[in-house]
C-alpha cells in the first residue's frame, strides 16, 4: 500500500503561494509564530515587497523602514547590526533590497540574538513631528523647573512661610497653600490663634485634596472632602452653619430678625428722642394723671414720676385750667 503524501507547505497570508518554509519563508523567534513551524507568516519575497513599500512611506529612508517591519513581524531590531549590514552592502555588490535580506539572515542567525523580538528592541524616531513635540516639551519642563526652583529658593529665604507650613512641600504647593490661606483669612474671622490654626489646616487638606484629584485617587479625594467638611464644622463655617445664623444672602426675614435681637439689640435712644411726637406727654397729661387722682392713686402732682417734657406739658396745661 502507498504511503500517504504529507503536504509540508507554508501559506503565505500576504500572496498566497505555497512555499517550503526553511526556504521561502524566514525564521521567526516571536512566540506569535510557534505553531507555524517558527517561520515568520509572509514569504521572503513579500518581506522584500512590504520594505520597498514602507520605504516609500518614509522618503527612502532604510532604517525607518526596517524599524517598522521588524515591529510590524515581532522582530527584534539592533541598530547596532543596521550598521554592521551597511558595512557588509558597501563592501559587496548588491541590490537595493539587500539591507533587509543581510538584517534578517543575521538576526536569525547570530546567537546574541537568539529568543529577542520587537519588545526588546532599539528604539528610533519614525515621526520627526513628534520628535519636534518632544523637544520642545522638554525645554517647557526645563523652563518649569527653573521657575519652580527660583519660587522655591524665594519660600526656603522667606523665614514666615517655612514656619507657617513647614519644610517638604514642593514649590508650586507652597505657592497654592499661601493662596489658600489668604482666602479663608479675607473672607472670615481670624483674631484667634485657634481659628487661624484651622485656616492652615483647611489650606493643607485642600491642597492635598487637589493633588488627589489629579492623580486620579477617589478614595483619597473623598476622605479628603470629608476631612474639609469636618474642618469647616469645627470653624462653623459651613453653609448650613451660616444659614443658622442668617448668614446667607436672600435670607427669610423672621431669621434675620432673630439674629438681631439676639446679637445686635437695639440700643435705647438718646433722652431728646424719646418722645418726639408728644404721644407719650398727651397719655400722660390727659388719660395717665386724671385716672390716677380719681383712683386714689396718686394725692398730688409728685407722686407720679415725670420727665421733663411732661412736666413741662403738666404746667402748661395747669395754666389752660385756670
Known amino acids: 500500500m502507498a504511503s500517504k503524501k ?7 497570508t500576504r500572496c498566497g503561494e505555497e512555499k517550503v518554509p526553511t ?15 517558527n517561520r515568520m507568516p509572509i514569504c521572503k519575497d513579500c518581506v522584500v515587497d512590504k520594505f520597498k513599500e514602507l520605504k516609500n512611506v518614509y522618503d527612502d529612508d532604510d532604517k525607518k523602514a526596517l524599524f517598522h517591519l521588524c515591529m510590524m513581524l515581532d522582530v527584534y531590531f539592533s541598530e547596532e547590526l543596521v550598521e554592521s549590514a551597511y558595512k557588509q552592502i558597501e563592501s559587496t555588490t548588491t541590490s537595493e533590497d539587500g539591507l533587509v535580506k543581510i538584517y534578517f539572515q543575521k ?4 546567537m546574541q540574538y537568539k529568543g529577542k523580538n520587537s519588545i526588546q528592541s532599539d528604539k528610533i524616531i519614525l515621526d520627526m513631528d513628534i520628535l519636534k513635540k ?26 514666615q512661610i517655612i514656619k507657617r507650613w513647614g519644610t517638604g512641600w514642593k514649590a508650586e504647593e507652597y505657592r497654592e497653600l499661601e493662596e489658600k490661606y489668604q482666602e479663608w483669612m479675607d473672607h472670615y474671622e481670624h483674631d484667634t490663634l485657634a ?3 484651622l485656616f492652615r489646616e483647611l489650606s493643607e487638606l485642600e491642597v492635598q485634596k487637589n493633588k488627589a484629584r489629579q492623580e486620579g485617587d477617589k478614595n ?12 469647616m464644622s469645627d470653624a462653623n463655617i459651613k453653609p ?6 442668617g448668614e446667607e444672602d436672600g435670607e427669610v426675614l423672621g431669621v434675620m430678625i432673630r439674629e438681631i435681637e439676639n446679637n445686635e439689640p437695639i440700643a435705647d435712644c438718646l433722652p431728646q428722642f424719646k418722645d418726639v411726637d408728644k404721644i407719650e406727654s398727651l397719655i400722660v397729661r390727659t388719660f395717665l394723671k386724671p385716672f390716677a387722682r380719681v383712683y386714689g392713686l396718686a394725692s398730688g402732682e409728685e407722686d407720679i414720676e415725670l420727665n421733663d417734657e411732661m412736666k413741662e ?3 402748661k396745661s395747669k395754666k389752660v385750667d385756670n
Open 240 to 245: 448650613a452653619q451660616k444659614k443658622i445664623l
Open 195 to 197: 481659628q487661624q490654626k
Open 313 to 315: 406739658s403738666l404746667e
Open 220 to 231: 483619597a479625594y473623598k476622605n479628603l472632602s470629608e476631612l474639609v467638611s469636618k474642618k
Open 6 to 12: 504529507v503536504n509540508n507547505k507554508l501559506i503565505c
Open 107 to 110: 538576526v536569525n542567525s547570530l
Open 23 to 37: 526556504t521561502g519563508f524566514y525564521l521567526s523567534h516571536s512566540l506569535m509564530y510557534k505553531h507555524n513551524k
Open 134 to 159: 518632544l523637544e520642545q516639551q522638554y525645554k517647557l519642563d526645563l523652563e518649569e523647573k527653573k521657575k519652580n526652583k527660583e519660587i522655591y529658593d524665594d519660600i526656603v529665604n522667606d523665614t
